[in-house]
């Protein structure tokens, strides 16, 4: 249990780690607020048989501007069929100046599918920076492990 443990944030260290240099040629844009749409894998295929692998998942919400709160009002999770879900936001959410939120999809919840995802809505008074939001998808099985991170992609200025 504990090895796993450390996998876990093993993995989630090394994609955090990988992720900085995309974001240091990201240009900083200004929005009053967006909709964003965000990739999930509940698992993956592998192997000759195409025998689907589980992952976890974790949507993080990154407020990047260092001085105004932005408000998420919707986070909406779907499955393959473009169906809701789950409604992780039914009241509207603050994320201060840097500061993050998160959702933790568990790897036995295979409600999604390999094509499911997530959208977005946050909103801000005045305008802010766009926040950096990804999906960390992480799974570990039979002392192998796989992480890899997606970016959320803006579908709707607001």
């Not at 492990?145 to 997606?150: A, R, Y």
Request: with cysteine.
């Amino acid at each position: 249990m504990r090895t796993t443990s450390l996998r876990l944030i093993a993995a989630v260290l090394a994609v955090a780690v990988f992720s900085l240099p995309a974001l240091a040629g990201r240009k900083l844009f200004v929005s009053n607020g967006q909709t964003v749409y965000v990739p999930i894998y509940s698992h993956i295929y592998q192997g000759p048989k195409g025998k689907p692998y589980n992952l976890s998942a974790l949507l993080s919400i990154r407020n990047v501007d260092q001085k105004r709160t932005i408000t998420v009002t919707s986070i909406k999770y779907y499955d393959n069929n473009g169906n809701m879900v789950k409604d992780h936001c039914t009241d509207p959410v603050s994320i201060p100046p840097m500061g993050t939120r998160e959702v933790y999809v568990s790897e036995r919840d295979q409600s999604g599918g390999s094509g499911a995802n997530f959208t977005v809505r946050w909103q801000a008074e005045g305008g802010a920076a766009v926040p950096v939001i990804q999906a960390v998808m992480i799974g570990t099985a039979s002392g192998q492990g796989i992480s890899f991170v997606c970016d959320g992609v803006a579908i709707e200025e607001n």
